[in-house]
């Protein structure tokens, strides 16, 4: 009995800030505000506006952004991981790397919008001395842009990836390597048909949850690129906050429900991933 009402606080949590917004999501996206009369009504023009026009435009370029940077962060986080790893002096290599990567993977938003904006923005420091001083342009790149805002992106989900899949790391028994070793197995055999099977469950993981993470970032991009670049979170937050078009707070709903949905079919098989890795992480 005691130990059920120790539980009580977490699921009181998850159900006011969790399941209760979704239920709203789904209540309020199915409304619709005439907007003479200003008499709310059930409908599914949100839910049917959201799939064409430039709405999908924002879902797909969502989609797009947070496809190329997880995995991209993926790879990169994998081999950084792995290097700290392997390194001679490991262990105070490694402390370092993991704490670092503990701030970094949280630095984010206005700060770190501004931090690149300061740094090779159109007026950066780095985009002046390259351009004044070395005569070196940067070939169009500009960080008002989907590759911007990728390499933008980039600086926070690399470190969250190495946080994440260095426990898988280091989950990889030595025991396997030198039986393959005594067995004559070459180093591509042995992640062929031992390391690679074993760590390709929680890499599938930790990169859904790099795309999740990077579908739902917003105040970053709000800062960066205002609404020069399609993406849904950002779609959101111009409905939300109309003054102008009535009823458009139900659309602004409607498209976080569908952001929710999409998360959320993310996250299941995130869990079905982690459900199957658990043997090997322990």
Known sequence: MLSVLGTLPFFLYIGVFLLLPIGVLAVEAFRATDPVTFEETWSTGSITAITGGPYRRAYLGSLQLSAITAVLSAVLG???????????????????????????????????AFAFLATIGGQGVVTAFLTDTLGIGLGGFTLQSMTGLAVVYLYFLIPLMVLTIVPALEALRPQWREAADNLGATGWQYWRHVGGPVLLPPVLGATMLLFASAFAAYATAKALVGSSVPLVTLQIADALSSNVVVGAENLGKALALGMVLLVGVVMVFYAWVQKRTQRWLT
């Open 78 to 112: 994998l081999a950084l991981a792995m290097a700290i790893l392997r390194a001679r002096r490991g262990r105070l290599l490694r402390r370092l790397v993991l704490t670092a990567s503990g701030v970094l993977a949280n630095f984010g938003g206005v700060p770190l």
